[in-house]
């Protein structure tokens, strides 16, 4: 086979090697959000930065029980209690864009408004304004806003706003929805977009993020039902709704 | 259906809070190695806790893309762009016993020699050798030593030993292994082990640490997959040698 | 990296065989049952063999949208509509020896029952009483019997039920819990680990088989999560037991 | 929580019919593959149709130990003995778009060209003709032609050629690339996607049946795993390729 080529972890008999920092003095030195962010930037974070990480991991690991990640994680540990691991990739498996993934479209929502207002010469408020009425148009859902639970604010986002671009065109397009449409407040999965474009990270990073962080509270839940509740304990109503009994193989 | 119950996560419209603790709060003042401790214990670290529980999530959270977790997670990616999670969660399900788990099993270990110590009143050194004894008379491998990379010392052993009588005990059992089988070291999963007792941890935690430790890792692995390489190109060479080709369906 | 080696598939550019078969032939005169026994087995299955697997794999391919399994893939399916393999990956994840994964066990158990009569030359109930004694004795579960829904007797087991030793011993061993613990009738999990032993597969496919049927549920239930439902459309009620608000962060 | 519906499976106490089928006589007539027609459909299928779903799950269920899927479940398998349900997982997890997931994407292809053709009034020649030269205008892939082993002609493909307009339109596709692009065979994705065309099958289960299917290989390859190979026996070779090492962690 082709050997694999890659730039993140070099490791031999002797030494392991992260982006080149020898991982023993990472060890000794650097915090578990320093090396997050390290494995996904090409450098390790200024102590600001750190605590914007901090803040988003620690803003997205657990929402409750009853989150559909931690939810599916808690059911798959119920009917099988051989491995950890398959009740947290189940939690896992229930991210996606509409759970915890509107920050990767997000990222682009914002990083496509700076690159208008930059390449246009437009303020952010202009720039936010274009893309409302284009998503107005086009009908297309604006992702990193609006919340099922936190219909008018969600309390974790206002921690996450220090200074920065990012931040400053997801504020204008908060802005030029709420003008233009209805209000509909910027989200966590927003806010994280807005923080992680200021980071400097890639926009697949939106969906990542939450993903490292949420798996933290997934393992706690799973530890949870592992030691609190009986195997099998989840039962799920359902009412059938389809054909009827038939008769005769009919 | 039944209401769930929960003693982590109290989340409503207006807050959230982990073990008490306001979220809000915790994403001001708290890493997210503090919220990974909190949301496992009752508590939030000390100082001195939060540095070994960093110190740890940093030395498993990535050895290179050929460790099997890493590789599973690239082939995972390499066949299916339409989910990052997919991709990370095939990763978490190739971590078992063999594979970055022996943690759980090595806290037993440890925890059971530990107890052992304090009821017959013997010193560290007598109940280690008395379980390495049992182990060689039932031919029972010992988990937490021993390594397929590292045949010597893993170098992020070391790092993780300050003083605690989980860590006294573990390197009780690595001497009496050395006398009276060879030497085989404690390696990072072992040193994780006693360093999760010291911190009153259960020993479900010697896994699922290594889980959320490893999760950074993989996230990093994927997004370098996705952003460096062409969908299917990694083929696995096969030799076949099973039964010869069979003429008319027989 | 070494070559892999495998006696299932030979796949060639011009050729795939299975077990020696020509999978051209196959596609056109085998069913997929044969070719699932064929997979696990060293040969195609008689006509009686194929009806056996026809109905264990139907009898466990779907219980309701409400089993652990099911109720798992529609959570996943809800949160992550980007992929329908990790919806049926997460329904996958559920199955254990808690859920549906009785047959291996179940399946060692009857094999040590045949074991015993063969070598001591005990009849059938008498292998079977011994080891319901033992089990009584030890306090073990005997995997197999008893179901949470089933209270009386599963409608599925009976439709299993033709001649050969495992299932004589099955039902020797119902009949020994019967008189010396209380009626806990033979499961669909049981009634398969004994038909698969007449069948002469490994114990591992007690649990192999219920996985490859319920797949085919798996993959309908997601189907129609995708279909008739919205994303995001299941909250489960969740209740905090846990330690109070904490003040100044204590 | 509100009670889930569903149109698939009503299972009680003393009864379980799928789409309104008792299972009991489910179990003692009908193969499994009218079972997974069943479920994805609302009747049992015809003998031609069970013959067609019967070629199409026998032609996906395994091409080799070295296919993304199988390496994957396999590599799953290599690091977690817990959990066979995990190995499986993840090799379920390694389906997507670009490997075993074409079918979606082809089946909305043949549509979308059978639309055309009957609303515009169109020969088949004409309709593919159009898609082709569009595809060819906007650079997009044609899902369901090309492979990468078989750069011919995959010999499954025509095993499934039987008569219908999904079939033959997609020949028709297959005659329109070869004459304005270049000669692209159509691969064993498309070939079923013509064909659940014909069978009156949603698009999404061009993916699902492929899933249905190669669980059942991948079952018989994590169970080789298992039986054969020493846990952790695969080394995936790495070349680091990223930035030297820091000194004084720069």
């Known amino acids: 086979m082709d050997t694999w080529r890659t730039a993140i972890v070099d490791a031999g008999p002797t030494h392991i090697r992260v982006r080149g920092h020898d991982v023993l003095e990472l060890m000794r030195q650097a915090t578990f959000t320093d090396l997050i962010f390290l494995l996904h930037h090409d450098r390790l974070p200024s102590p600001a930065e750190r605590r914007l990480m901090d803040a988003m991991l620690v803003g997205v690991a657990d929402h409750g029980a009853g989150a559909p990640s931690c939810a ?5 540990a119920s009917g099988n209690r ?12 229930t ?8 920050g990767s479209g997000c990222m682009e929502l914002i990083a496509s408004g700076l690159d208008r207002a930059r390449r246009d010469g437009l303020s952010f408020d202009a720039a936010a304004a274009q893309a409302v009425d284009e998503a107005k148009r086009t009908r297309t859902r604006l992702p990193g806003f609006g919340h099922r639970v936190h219909s008018t604010i969600d309390p974790r986002v206002d921690v996450l706003f220090t200074l920065g671009d990012g931040i400053r065109l997801a504020r204008a397009l908060e802005a030029a929805i709420r003008e233009r449409l209805k209000p509909i407040p910027l989200n ?21 993020l939450f993903i490292v962080g949420r798996v933290a509270g997934l393992s706690a839940e799973v530890l949870e039902e592992y030691t609190r509740e009986q195997p099998m304990r989840i039962k799920i109503p359902v009412k059938y709704d389809g054909v009827p009994p038939r008769q005769n193989g009919q």
Do not use: N
Request: hydrophobic share 55%; charged share 15%; no cysteine.
């Open 95 to 102: 991210i996606g864009d509409e759970h915890g993934g509107a």
């Open 72 to 76: 599916t994680a808690r059911l798959a």
């Open 82 to 93: 051989q491995s950890l691991s398959a009740a947290i990739a189940a939690g896992v498996l």
């Open 188 to 208: 966590i999965d927003g806010a994280l977009a807005a923080v992680l474009i200021d980071l400097g990270l890639p926009s697949m990073v939106g969906k990542l």
